[in-house]
């Protein structure tokens, strides 16, 4: 068994998630920041990489103004090299955090760091790792490599997509899914749609992947 992983992500109409600057930008109406604190809510932890942290410094926090009785996740930064500056709202009290990292494990402050792979932050061990600490629901928000990475390994059981009625463009805005992509359409991660809703200005699109693996697969 592993945790069931939830990935979200809000996109322009042409699937890109930032500027080309890979500068945040804000994709969610009011209705999705609400469904997003919701749902943050109903999760144990938030998983996000280096990149998110170090381009748009998030706090993934549960915000009172969306839920009533906020309870907060434990932070979770896919780090291989320890990039996280001290300073980063991540590493800042509100909640609890863990660094996932390929070279460093010893506590910095209130801030957890384990080693959890060797050239990268593996993906299988971070969540044996997760549900150990009894972390039963894991929301990956982000960004595009590590959204890439959970799809393309099957570990990702829903995924929610909004649609922001706006057009980037660009080639190099960062999309929903990065690096090297499907090689061939065998490789092509496959979707059923679940649900489609309209979120004010905006469409939420929920998928199940065709195939998802458990850790001893
Ligand atoms: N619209 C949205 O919903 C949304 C949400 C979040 C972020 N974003 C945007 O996404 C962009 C950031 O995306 P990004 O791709 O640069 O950064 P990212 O996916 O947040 O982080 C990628 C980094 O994580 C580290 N990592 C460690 N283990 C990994 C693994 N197994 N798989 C993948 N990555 C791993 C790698 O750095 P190391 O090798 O150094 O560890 C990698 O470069 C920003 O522009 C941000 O604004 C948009």
Redesign the pocket.
Known sequence: MRPTVIV????SVDGK???PS????R??NEEDLARVHRLRNQCDAIV?????????D?KLTVKGKYVEEARQPLRVV????F?TPPHALVMNDAAPTLI???CYSQKRGNVEVIRC?T?????RQ?LRELDIRGVRKVLV??????????LRSHLVDVLYV?VAPCVIGGRTA?T?A??TGAATLDDVVRLHLEGVQRLGDGVLMEYRPSVTQHLDD
Do not use: W
Request: hydrophobic residues 40%; charged residues 25%.
């Open positions: 979200n992500c809000a996109m998630i930032a500027l890979r500068k945040q930008t994709l969610s996000v990489g280096i990149g998110t942290v170090l381009a748009d998030p896919l780090d291989s090299r990039r996932a990292t390929t792979g050239k990268r932050v593996d993906l971070l928000e982000g960004g595009e490599a590590v959204i890439g990475e959970f909004f960062p929903m990065g690096g």
